[in-house]
């Protein structure tokens, strides 16, 4: 198939890096990117951190200056939604609520997720943010001066370190969490604990295995809400952050093989239909360990990763060999967690450091091999722990959990080893 | 402001006039740097920004901090002497007229 032309509808980080890789690997034809917001593609990393704090402008979050998308020739339509997709054996036709429908060869659903939205008694009261979007970001940051107290609601890596940058800004927040610990399906439960004492060293009122059970209003302004265990906390804002889902209904009628709204894809990011790929939040691709059942890996590195091995697929170009260990992070009050690797599913953990100070690792393994490492300000533990990852080589055990070994010199002089014998 | 060049894997030389304060990395990045990927986004986890310094042009820049140093050990192609990571290095008048090279491949 010698494609002419692609549309990538959605301008996240996996839709933005798509278009820079086509031209990079010289393909020539057209290139039409469709993105619902307006603000073109920008980085959402610092949404929930820096930008909610101030420190950073809306200019400053642009991944790539105007000049970059004359260059590149791209067809930008900004503010354009996607309704459906028709496919057949000879093209695809793309339909928007904007602009003539498009026909092209193939096309890369890269849209990203949608936050789910409360459905509560009194929810709908102004004053109730979401935090998914630069829109999003900007509608909550302007609020904030004029609010001397938030709700939180989910403790996952947005809402955590949303109530991390409010809590700095000197609002008075309380985070409420459903489950037993903050940000429990990303990391390991001595994880959780370091950054909960942060929050309330920070004097964050953290309310765990609790939920909301209503928001109560004054002329259609929040000003409170009502736990499920019946307490009452006063409240100028609440910032609602309590789950995603993909953005894919526009492909419910092409018989797109979906999961909870993934799109499957194979290892070159290709979906059930040969022309149609997806890249980022919304793909599922194999299993990144090379067994087990397909997961969702939101993050930013999984996005520019992905875009790469679609563009390799959509050009029929070879593919990398290896994928690298997937990575993770998160920041709160000047606390960094890195992880590398999937953490679930392992059988044996191994703390490195002590889980009560300022900086430790956490290192787990799954049938003897190390899978994952989740490094608290350990900048050099995470660097030997990702590469052994990355590499297939396993850092026993007993050697992780030595604070007298220096894991770069032993990943170092292990790979140095096995370069000699191979 | 510095005006800085990036010679690509390909061939291309791009000329930027960048402001101060921001990332070299990111710079490559707005402008569509071919080479340049910066998978973290310049939180040095990935190594993927991976940039070489022509001797000549060493002495505008100060030597990399040691997270930098850790983090280059990683870089998919090898590291050389004067390699550094383009998110660690922050324009300023100083680099007026930097010229950088763009590892062969990042991954």
């Not at chain 1, 979401?130 to 970001?137: G, H, P, T, V």
């Not at chain 1, 590398?340 to 889980?355: F, K, Q």
């Not at chain 2, 490559?28 to 986890?45: M, R, S, Y």
Request: glycine share 10%.
């Amino acid at each position: 198939m010698k494609l002419q032309s692609v549309a990538i509808i959605g301008g996240g980080h996996a839709g933005d890096e798509l278009i820079g890789l086509l031209r990079e690997h010289d393909f020539e034809g057209d290139i039409t990117l469709f993105d619902a917001s307006t603000q073109g593609p920008y980085e959402r990393p610092p949404l929930s951190k820096g930008f909610l704090k101030g420190d950073s402008s809306t200019e400053s979050l642009s991944t790539r200056s105007p000049a970059f998308y004359d260059r590149v020739r791209v067809q930008l339509r900004r503010g354009v939604t996607v309704t459906s997709v028709e496919v057949s054996e000879q093209g695809v036709r793309i339909i928007s609520d904007q602009g003539p429908a498009l026909e092209c060869d193939a096309v890369v659903v890269a849209t990203g997720m949608a936050p789910r939205i409360f459905d509560l008694p009194g929810s709908t009261a102004s004053g109730i943010h979401y935090l998914q979007s630069l829109e999003d970001a900007v509608l909550l940051r302007d609020a904030l001066p004029d609010a001397a107290s938030v709700v939180v609601v989910g403790g996952g890596f947005i809402g955590s370190e949303s109530a991390s940058s409010m809590s700095q800004r000197g609002l008075n927040v309380t985070l409420v969490e459903s489950g037993s610990r903050l940000m429990k399906r990303a990391v390991s439960e001595s994880v959780s604990h370091a950054f909960q004492r942060q929050h309330e060293a920070a004097g964050v009122r953290l309310m765990l295995n609790s939920g909301l059970a209503s928001v109560s209003s004054e002329e259609g302004r929040v000003v409170g809400v009502e736990t499920i265990n019946g307490e009452k906390i006063n409240a100028d804002l609440v910032v609602a952050s309590i789950g995603v889902r993909p953005r894919t209904e526009f492909l419910d009628q092409t018989g797109i093989v979906l999961q909870n709204g993934f799109v499957i894809v194979d290892e070159e990011g290709r979906s059930s239909h040969p022309r149609v790929f997806a890249a980022g939040d919304v793909a599922l691709f194999p299993n990144p360990r090379g067994f087990g059942e397909p997961t969702p890996i939101p993050s930013v590195d999984n996005a520019s990763w992905s875009a790469n091995i679609v563009v390799r697929g959509l050009l029929g170009t070879s593919a990398p060999e290896k994928r690298p260990a997937p990575t993770f992070w998160t920041e709160q009050y000047g606390l960094q967690v890195q992880i590398a690797g999937l953490i679930e599913p392992h059988d044996h953990s191994v703390i490195r450091g002590n889980e009560q100070g300022s900086s430790f690792s956490v290192m787990h393994y799954f049938a003897g091999k190390l899978v994952a490492i989740e490094a608290v300000a350990a900048q050099s533990d995470y660097q030997a722990g990702a590469k052994a990852i990355s590499s297939g080589f396993t850092i026993p055990p007993e050697v992780a959990a030595s604070s007298d070994v220096n894991l770069s010199d032993f990943v170092f002089s292990a790979s140095q080893g096995r370069r000699s014998e191979g | 402001m510095a005006s800085v060049s990036f010679t690509s894997p390909d061939g291309s030389v791009i000329t930027i006039e960048a402001a101060d304060g921001e990332k070299l990395m990111k710079v490559a990045k707005q402008n569509g740097v071919p080479g340049i990927v910066g998978a973290c986004g310049g939180n040095l986890q990935c190594a993927t920004c991976h940039v070489i310094v022509p001797s000549e042009h060493l002495a505008k820049l100060s030597p990399p901090e040691a997270d930098e140093q850790l983090k280059l050990a990683e870089t998919a192609y090898p590291r050389e002497e004067n390699s550094r990571l383009s998110c660690q290095i922050i324009i300023s008048d100083a680099l007026d007229g930097l010229s950088v090279v763009v590892a062969p491949y990042q991954r």
